[in-house]
């Protein structure tokens, strides 16, 4: 029987478990999976409901969700299908390679589209898997000409997410805000900084997941988007700057794979400036 | 304001959630923290809901609850209240002192009413924080006859549950099926494996690169019951079968301290032999 | 400048780091890294260096060694050069295909001279790479066969190690025998434990909250061969046996890959059944 | 038989562990573990050896050694007994409770000789275990009438190390200046941030051994000092700011007694602003 992911985000109510599925109930949706956080500073409330069943209509259904809900609301409303991606590469070949062979396997729930870089050594590495590699230098470009070469790619493909692998170029924020919550990036550090005072009210503002290599929605303030998972590993005084580099790799290319499939599995939903990962 | 901790569990059926938060609505208990499982093999349903707002009577609440489930449902209405716990113990210290100082500050939601020993070594420690020391001793008894001091004892006490902190000494089936589900235990070893004596000399003859600690529900099957909580930490071959022991003592600590938090804040529901961790 | 990995195992006794490092000065090496441990219960010294500089003939050196050494030491002179190895598998693709791309990139320290597999499945995924695929089917033929047609097969390769990326076959103790702690595999658990078929259902019927995977040398005792090294990562109520199996095969993966690292490092000396980490 | 821990730093050379190795030699100290690490960058060598025997006179031994050794070479011959420390507190009880439980079990080597609190709050559990303490308020008195109070005190004690758990005031460059190398500190969070460029050079820069709590000596510059030991745990979206200093307590608690364990087991040496861990 097939399922549907439904997400929902409103300000806090009474009753808005019930209402919610008594919706679900007259719509003979079975809920297989249920997962619901009230941050209560913000008064917010979010759920994700995973239902057996089928509607003739997803929108009726989101229609229906909405007129119980405070003003406000928003409903999503998906199939857990494969999500599909485009990459966005540099030089580095660790993530992108680890994608290339889940994609090759349909081991995570992506399908890559294309890759797209702005150097020419990955393609031959994208080739062996038939994949469309597109290498679009910089050099004497602007970054504003260079984006809108990329923007004319993107518009030839069919995507969810955009997922930078490795990309070392800083996106703008006029490119950014066309992908609200749609890029997903792996950062090469522990995201971020907690010196001084208040530590864990610090911790808690940002939304740290833990530390090691994160990964995050980009927006447009660099590396501050919502953090969806980190990881770390332990290293020595053994390890020389390229050594501490090289397990970092590791690090990057684990985190990088769990975060997209905690984002394609639509697990994660946008709190502000954390995540809340169901 | 108050909140209730409601845990729910019953033969699976489409429109459960709705049933139940109908009656919370109706109640005027604010949903603040909801869980859901669905075990699709047994067609189980689980939910634990931490709801605001009170109630003139708890039991009038759980069967109005029980009449909207199916048959042989199970409601436990709670208070996140600090929980009355009975420690036993025999020799090492290393458990027990932790929940002494823990118990001191109220750093975790429990009061100890009692610490039962077999050995009387750890009277001193017991006796610093103020607390009851039991020393039972089991030479020239039988088992039964232990085991029914050991009732007496606990018959003057309040406790809602028995934590086992290093305690050497096999209960009886028939004195745990008293218990059901009552009864924590520290094990010094990752189930499965390394069942029976000096675990650590077995984990030392191995070579094993990671040692573990399980905290487990004791059930009439020796070490068999349900776990609740495992972690491990990193070793290497510089551990002599005395480090391994000594290693393994602070992840034990640590594992039956975060599993009393995990099973005291009712975040625990079982299944089968396995938990639901909520 | 070149360096030389000497490995060194001896009967323990007063005096030898003196006398092996006194070699080396005469020798005009310089000791960038040194590792020494003794196996106090067996009396057993073991001792890894790594030295800069160069000797005009590897067996004079090693020859100097053994004279200054207890009866029956045993001393390895290597340069931490790529090492040599070809890939057994089945027809899993997660751990050969991380191999594959290390091997591409030079990511690691080896170069995959072939791949051996008992299923034709993974053949494409090895040309993809330029490498050699041999399918060798077992149907029809006893293990001797088998066997030893795969020892005429390994007879044209040059190789130092052979790796089981998941390869499903039980290598018989004669076969095994000829490659004393020169076959490295990746065992879909902790050892000990969840020993036998189908693993991941046997951890999802105990309710296991950690999850691990162990790369151990293959000695002719099933899986009980010295441990290399051992990793974990928590799983939940939530997992199937499916999930569990497929958050098992990151694990694997990763855990292999810095086995083989750790091995081809020369940082792995036997101890009887164990394994030391320098 | 006694053992030495003898720990030696000077500038590299060829030949050094030769010339130490014989010197071992002729006093008839046999070598049970040695560590060795020459950090090529800066060209110092670094050695830490475990011998079993004896030698009538210990100065002689570490003149013998400097003998042999470059200029300003330095030599620290001890014997791993327990160190003596006086712990300063401040009002959290979670490191010094666990401190105060090692101390009464000898768990860990180390014997407190008092404790020494800006606040009074943490007496009556210091005294439960018949130690002395020390209130020193800082009310009304400048930061150098303290700090000559403290130091007073101090003086009238042997101790080997300052253990600040969870001490809420800021020493002096002048006081910290004292004691170089003597004051183990436990920081609430991961040290330190690597935002910017080259993260893994930064990481290698500072010397991290892993994130999270981080436990460091203390020198005049305010939380830099070499850092000793880290870990981590994980955290969620759940978390209040409250639950995560909790759980970050936890953290501290454990990352504080690993340190110590490190440090007393003379395992640490310092080099620059870092440290080696043997």
């Known amino acids: 029987m097939k399922s549907l992911i439904i997400r929902i985000e409103c300000a ?29 500073l913000n008064k917010r409330f979010f759920m994700r409901s995973v239902v057996s069943g089928q509607v003739p209509d997803n ?11 405070p003003q406000g609301a928003r409903v999503d409303i998906s199939t857990n299908d494969t999500k599909k991606i485009v990459v966005f590469a540099t030089k580095e070949h660790h993530c992108l390679g680890d994608l290339l062979l889940r994609n090759l396997y349909k081991q995570s729930n992506f399908e890559i589209q294309a890759v797209i870089a702005n150097h020419a050594d990955l393609g031959d590495l994208v080739r062996k898997f038939n994949l469309t590699f597109h290498y679009l230098p910089t050099e004497g470009k602007t970054r504003q000409t260079h984006e809108s070469k990329i923007g004319t790619l993107l518009a030839k493909y069919n995507y969810d997410y955009l997922v930078l692998a ?30 001084g005072a208040k530590p864990y009210n610090q911790a808690f503002e940002r939304g740290v997941k833990i530390i090691g290599a994160t990964a995050h929605f980009v927006t447009d303030d660099l590396d501050q988007g919502p953090i969806i998972y980190q990881d770390v590993m332990n290293v020595s005084h053994h390890y020389t700057a390229k050594e501490l580099a090289k397990a970092g790799k590791e690090v990057e290319t684990a985190v990088l794979a769990r975060a997209l499939e905690l984002v394609f599995e639509e697990r994660v939903m946008i709190n502000g400036n954390k995540t809340i990962i169901f």
Chains 1, 2, 3, 4 share one sequence.
């Open 12 to 40: 806090d109510a009474i009753g808005l478990v019930f209402k919610i599925t008594e919706i679900f109930f007259r719509a003979k949706l079975n809920i297989i999976e249920n997962g619901e956080y009230v941050d209560e």
């Open 59 to 69: 929108e009726a259904l989101k229609r229906d969700l909405l007129q119980v809900l």
């Open 166 to 195: 490795k990309y070392m170029r800083i996106l703008s924020p006029e490119f950014v805000a066309q992908f609200a919550y749609k890029i997903i990036n792996i950062h090469h550090s522990f995201l971020p900084a907690f010196i």
